[in-house]
Nanobody, 123 residues
């Protein structure tokens, strides 16, 4: 089992950048595939990005080229660097983990979730 705690959210102007971090507990972090999923008010959860245990990366169409996911196994942490932010990126961002790494671009595939961190992009 793994516990996840996100940090780094906040308010930023359109065009700006933020870096989210997700700290994981547990000695088996290396085995987990990690993802970021977001949810805006009144909308469905949306897959943002994922990184496999071997550091392969995957991105949703709306963020590809602007966001970068990475992991530091020595620190049990996964990051989401968000550049060129847009107002439509406003959402609660959740860090999630799964051992079922065959399907990473579906929010339903993740078993462990953090509490979420709010990202607000003003126009």
């Amino acid at each position: 089992q793994v516990q996840l705690v996100e940090s780094g959210g906040g308010l930023v102007q359109a065009g700006g950048s933020l870096k989210l971090a997700c700290a994981a507990s547990g000695r088996t972090f290396n085995n987990y595939c990690m993802g970021w999923i977001r949810q805006a008010p009144g909308k469905e959860r949306e897959f943002v990005a994922a990184v496999s245990w071997s550091s392969s990366t995957f991105y949703g169409d709306s963020v590809r080229g602007r966001f970068t996911i990475s992991r530091d196994n020595a620190k049990n942490t996964v990051y989401l660097q968000m550049n060129s932010l847009k107002p439509e990126d406003t959402a609660v961002y959740y860090c999630a983990a799964t051992l079922r790494c065959a399907i990473l671009m579906s929010a339903e595939n993740y078993d462990y979730w953090g509490q979420g961190t709010q990202v607000t992009v003003s126009s």
